[in-house]
C-alpha cells in the first residue's frame, strides 16, 4: 500500500507537466503507465483537465484605465 502512495505522490506534480506536453517521453511513458492502473491518478487527472478547461471558458476582462 504504502508503494503505491508513494509512487502516486511522486507521479502527483506531473500531471500539469504531463496536459502541457513537457514531460520527457520516458517520464510520459511512466505516467501513462502508472494511470492506466491506478483509478484515483486517473480521477486526478480527469479532474485537472476539467479544471484547465473551465479556465478556458473564463472570458478574458480588461481591467479599467483606473486600475493600479
Known amino acids: ?28 511513458d511512466r505516467l501513462e503507465g502508472h494511470i492506466k492502473g491506478c483509478d484515483a491518478c486517473r480521477g486526478e487527472l480527469e479532474s485537472l483537465r476539467a479544471t484547465i478547461d473551465l479556465f478556458h471558458r473564463v472570458p478574458l476582462v480588461s481591467p479599467p484605465r483606473s486600475f493600479t
Do not use: T
Open 1 to 28: 500500500m504504502f508503494k503505491r502512495k508513494s509512487e502516486c505522490q511522486k507521479l502527483e506534480g506531473m500531471l500539469s507537466p504531463y496536459i502541457d506536453g513537457q514531460l520527457s517521453p520516458a517520464e510520459r
